[in-house]
T-cell receptor, first 114, second 108 residues
Framework: DAGVIQSPRHEVTEMGQEVTLRCKPISGHNSLFWYRQTMMRGLELLIYFNNNVPIDDSGMPEDRFSAKMPNASFSTLKIQPSEPRDSAVYFC????????????FGSGTQLSVL | KNEVEQSPQNLTAQEGEFITINCSYSVGISALHWLQQHPGGGIVSLFMLSSGKKKHGRLIATINIQEKHSSLHITASHPRDSAVYICAARGGADGLTFGKGTHLIIQP
């Protein structure tokens, strides 16, 4: 398997623009997580899906952020409008089931909002 | 909310030394993860444990549930072990609370 695939690897955009980050989990994994990593705050959970249903979105910073999982093989994280403070690395991770299984991370998307 | 503390924040050691990274958390958990983030940014899950001890190659992870403490040990450290090591506590809501990470540098 190719692992968790994220795109794009890097995104540079201007303040106010819409940004869409994409994630393809490992086939057969039914739990998907979006994380954000910054120097100041480290890694933080943004949202967690199980069987394509959002279970916990309490980490989503504000209404400018939205995430969808239309099917088991694809998820998006959208920021509209983007702001400079959204600059971070965004990681997607997936896991098989909801029990004590390992997490598998994507390579991350480095987002810079100017 | 779980508070996850790691120590040390930074660690520089010589090749071959035995390395210990500590992680403590404030409330009961269902599992604890140890992650390794390479200089290029990629994150790899090293261990997930809920009790006792796990070993993989030169890496050993232990957890003491009563003391709410976990350690990651590296035996015969090598420069390629240089990375950021992050512990993450998994609580009932299934989200992970992350430590700030330990920056490890192994010098030849």
């Amino acid at each position: 398997d190719a692992g968790v695939i994220q795109s794009p690897r890097h995104e540079v955009t201007e303040m106010g623009q819409e940004v869409t980050l994409r994630c393809k989990p490992i086939s057969g994994h039914n739990s998907l997580f979006w994380y954000r990593q910054t120097m100041m705050r480290g890694l933080e959970l943004l949202i967690y899906f199980n069987n394509n249903v959002p279970i916990d979105d309490s980490g989503m910073p504000e209404d400018r952020f939205s995430a969808k999982m239309p099917n088991a093989s694809f998820s998006t994280l959208k920021i509209q409008p983007s702001e400079p403070r959204d600059s971070a690395v965004y990681f997607c991770a997936s896991r098989e089931g909801t029990g004590p299984e390992k997490l598998f991370f994507g390579s991350g998307t480095q987002l810079s909002v100017l | 909310k779980n508070e996850v503390e790691q120590s040390p924040q930074n660690l520089t050691a010589q090749e071959g030394e035995f390395i210990t990274i500590n992680c403590s958390y404030s409330v009961g958990i269902s599992a604890l993860h140890w992650l390794q983030q390479h200089p290029g940014g990629g994150i790899v899950s090293l261990f997930m444990l809920s009790s006792g001890k796990k070993k993989h190659g030169r890496l050993i992870a232990t957890i003491n549930i009563q003391e709410k403490h976990s350690s990651l040990h590296i035996t015969a450290s090598h420069p390629r072990d240089s990375a950021v090591y992050i512990c993450a506590a998994r609580g009932g809501a299934d989200g992970l609370t992350f430590g700030k990470g330990t920056h490890l540098i192994i010098q030849p």
